[in-house]
């Protein structure tokens, strides 16, 4: 059985830092882009970030480019999305995704496995 699981939300700052990890089980994802959306109350959800488990190369949605930083764990099969100098604007509910397709690495469809999801909740 496939599982996503995500941690490390929580209430904090304008201008702290969170990081989210996305345990990863069930099945072998080295051919697989991950990636974080997330939605904001309200909003549809969007693309944050997203890795190639194998090449690791990134792609960041242009609103957190230069602050928001994703990576992976091989040997711990997790992928993190560390979050600097947040926003109250950044406040959602992130998601942790699998895309076995990589054509369009910010198309929700060719996401096939999600998480739960975590609350990040950023006060001004």
């Known amino acids: 059985q496939v599982q996503l699981v995500e941690s490390g939300g929580g209430l904090v700052q304008a201008g702290g830092s969170l990081r989210l990890s996305c345990a990863a089980s069930?099945?072998?994802?080295?051919?697989?882009?991950m990636g974080w959306f997330r939605r904001a109350p309200g909003k549809e959800r969007e693309s944050v970030a997203a890795?190639?488990?194998?090449?690791?190369?990134?792609d960041y949605a242009d609103s957190v480019k230069g602050r928001f930083t994703i990576s992976r764990d091989s040997a711990k099969n997790t992928v993190y999305l560390q979050m600097n100098s947040l926003k109250p604007e950044d406040t959602a509910v992130y998601y942790c995704?699998?895309?076995?397709?990589?054509?369009?690495?910010?198309?929700?469809?060719?996401?096939?496995?999600w998480g739960q999801g975590t609350q990040v909740t950023v006060s001004s």
């Open positions: 890795i190639s488990w194998s090449t690791g190369n990134t």
């Open positions: 995704a699998a895309n076995p397709v990589g054509r369009n690495w910010r198309r929700t469809s060719e996401y096939i496995y």
């Open positions: 069930g099945r072998t994802f080295s051919r697989y882009i």
